[in-house]
Each structure stands twice: as C-alpha cells, then as structure tokens.
C-alpha cells in the first residue's frame, strides 16, 4: 500500500497496483468465464422496461458498500431509504468501509478470479479518483443511469453532474449527493474572518499560530489546496502557502493529521479557523459539543469547490436490478428533499429543482433558519472540481514547495 491516501466521505485515493493488476488480466492474462449476455441478465440498460426491473428486484438483497464513518449519512439511509427500498420488495444492507478503496478491490480481486456475474459488490458510493481507474479498468456497469426514470430530474448537461472530477460519467455512475467546501469561525473570537486567501495569510501574519489545515493527501487539506490554486493559480497559490507555512500553528513543522483533528483545534481555541467539504460540518459539531455555539460557517469571496458524489454498479454485481432500483431511489424528490432539510443532512440536492413541479420544489426553497447552515445565496459561486489526473500532481508539488 502506498503513503498517499486521498479520501473524502464518498471516495478513498486507489492504489495504483491494483489498477494495474485489472489492466494486466484485461490484456490477456488468464482467461476467466465470459460475461453474462444481457439477456441472460435482464436489466433496465438491457431492455429498457423498467416494470421488469422493478420485477427482477423483488426479493434481492442488495449490498452497498460505502464509507461508514458519517452517522448522520448512516441514519439518513437506515431511516429512510431502506424503508422505500422495502416497499418495492427490495433488502438494502450497508457496508460500511474505512475507505471507498476496499470496495473497488474486492471487485477488482473478483474479476481476477474470474467472477465475472455474482459479485459481492452490488453499489457503490464513490467520486473522483476512484472512479476514473476504475473506468480505465472496465469495472463499472455501463451505460445505465440516465435510463432510470428519476434521471429525467438531473440536468445531465450541468459539468457538476456529467463529469467526475473532470472525467465524462458517460452513463457509468448516478449523482446522489452534493458537497461544498466550508470553513468555520468562532464570532466571538474572530467577528470578522478573512474572505479571500490573501487575507488569510494577512491574518496570519496578524495571528500567528492561529492558522492551519490538514497536510495533503488528507482530502480536506488536500480541497484547501486545490481552492488556493483554483483562486490564485497554482504558482501563486503555492507562494501563498509556503510564506503562511511558518505563520501556522506550531510554526508550520507540524500539520493536523486530518479533519477531526482540526475540528479539535478549533474547538479547543488552538486554532481559529476549521474546514470541511461537508456544508452541514459546522451544525453537526456544534450539536455534537465540539464547536462552542458561537461558531458559524462561511465561504471565500474568491467561490467555494463543489463536489457530486454519485453511486456507481460493477459490471459483475451479483444484484443488478436491485442496484438499479436503489439508485433511481437516491433520486426520488421526497428523499432528496430530506436529505437536503437541515434537520436531517442539510445537504443542496442533484436535481435540477427547476424540473418539480410547485409543491414539490417547494421543499428546496424552503430558508433555513440555523444559524450553523449557509443558504444557497451564502454559499456563493461553485468552483468546479480539477480533473482528477491534476489532484496527485498538486499534492506532490505542496509536499515539494510547501512542505520541504
């Protein structure tokens, strides 16, 4: 396993040996039985009846595999969609995993083994890198999310929704959760924080000891990087980073290992700023009694990243139209309006709202009155994702100029 770990809630970074043990079998290695024909395994993508999908799901079990971590996701699903999945005689089991990775290589070493239909894995949550190896690998079902009937609802031509981290989806995954990039401060403490990272860097000199953020690959530290680069240009953005770098907490020689850890500095009043791609993280620790109640979110005037995390099938699951039935089910307006309600994620929907009819949109225009939740106004101009290719090379030039 190599030291470069790149993970968010949805996507862990995947090691590149794995990848290159699936191309390898792919170019000719040892042969395996052939894949299932589509009419040896009707599907939506097959015969695009949805009525015998929802007739082949009856009775499945469909394993998710997923990053566990976040209670209040792991709620969200138990409470909600389980019960709907039930209703169309579907079974949804959880698979919690430390990190989306473990997913992708048990796929990868069934394939391997020359289990080309019957996989363990039958969905998976997942976005950026991730997804694009296991792209170039053949792993994902193809051509199947914007035949689900919920898909009429997502605006496909929004480069949000149809690429990944700058790679086409091309039919290969479905949207089912947006992020944003916040940054948290204590009003009593700081009543007016920097916008903009020069003005962070102001700050800092002001504060010292005051400032930092994860170390890169960490996802988080990593999405604060890519935001100074996306501002500023990278050149720049590194010069920025490496004159903060001795104005941070303990002078720069040591990093935040991850997100909690900063959320813990934060709390603690070690440090004055926190950060999350999770635009409900300020509410939650506030309610969890990390954050003092004075804390409050905010976004750089500069535009805040954006992030579609989406689910995507292996093209040897075992539960395919069940996975397909589940997938349409993240998409249902109702589901999607709670996950979006403060009181349960407080996260902006995948659908084009504009394409519900009233009383349905309605629910997505509702203001929330929490002090620790942005309305979409607040949250500013949405910075799209780099190309996934870029992500490793940024990290690998903050290691070389910043952290030298």
């Known amino acids: 396993m190599n030291g470069r770990m790149w993970q968010s809630a949805a996507a862990g970074r995947w090691i590149p040996v794995v990848l290159s043990a699936v191309l390898l079998t792919a170019c000719g290695g040892e042969q395996t039985t052939a894949a299932p024909t589509a009419s040896a395994t009707p599907t939506a993508t097959a015969d695009s009846d949805w009525a015998r999908t929802l007739e082949e799901a009856e009775g499945q079990t469909v394993r998710w595999w997923l990053f566990g971590g976040d209670e209040r996701v792991n709620r969200y699903i138990d409470e909600y969609v389980v019960p709907a999945a039930e209703e169309l005689g579907v079974t949804l089991e959880r698979v919690p995993v430390d990190d989306t990775a473990d997913a992708v290589q048990r796929v990868v070493a069934e394939k391997r083994a020359g289990r080309r239909q019957g996989g363990s894995v039958d969905l998976v949550w997942i976005n950026g890198e991730n997804f694009a190896q296991g792209k170039e690998a053949d792993l994902w079902l193809e051509d199947w999310s914007r035949d689900l009937p919920n898909a009429e609802l997502?605006?496909?031509?929004?480069?949000?929704?149809?690429?990944?981290?700058?790679?086409?989806?091309?039919?290969?995954?479905?949207?089912?959760?947006?992020?944003?990039?916040?940054?948290?401060?204590?009003?009593?403490?700081?009543?007016?924080?920097?916008?903009?990272?020069?003005?962070?860097?102001?700050?800092?000199?002001?504060?010292?000891?005051?400032?930092?953020?994860?170390?890169?690959?960490?996802?988080?530290?990593?999405?604060?990087?890519?935001?100074?680069?996306?501002?500023?240009?990278?050149?720049?953005?590194?010069?920025l980073l490496e004159e903060l770098k001795p104005l941070q907490w303990r002078e720069g020689e040591a990093f935040p290992s991850n997100e909690a850890e900063l959320n813990r500095l934060f709390g603690d009043a070690q440090v004055d700023f926190a950060m999350s791609y999770d635009p409900a993280f300020v509410e939650t620790a506030v309610a969890k009694g990390i954050f003092p109640d004075s804390a409050r979110p905010f976004t750089f005037e500069t535009g805040a990243l954006r992030n579609t995390s989406y689910v995507t099938i292996p093209d040897n699951a075992g539960r395919r139209a069940g996975a397909l039935v589940v997938a349409n089910l993240l998409l249902r307006p109702d589901l999607q309006a709670i996950k979006a309600d403060p009181e349960v994620l407080g996260i902006p929907t995948v659908l084009d709202v504009s394409r519900l009819p009233g009383e349905q949109r309605s629910r997505f225009e509702q203001r929330t009155n929490s002090p620790y939740l942005l309305t979409s106004e607040e949250l500013g101009e949405g910075l799209r994702e780099l190309p996934a290719h870029q992500v490793p090379e940024i990290e690998d030039r903050w290691e070389e100029v910043v952290l030298r």
């Open 154 to 239: 997502v605006d496909w031509e929004d480069p949000t929704i149809n690429t990944d981290f700058g790679v086409p989806v091309d039919g290969q995954e479905s949207p089912w959760s947006r992020a944003v990039f916040i940054f948290a401060y204590d009003q009593q403490r700081t009543p007016e924080p920097p916008r903009t990272y020069d003005e962070l860097l102001e700050y800092a000199r002001d504060n010292p000891g005051r400032v930092t953020y994860p170390a890169p690959p960490d996802f988080t530290g990593s999405a604060f990087v890519r935001q100074a680069v996306y501002a500023l240009g990278e050149e720049e953005a590194l010069r």
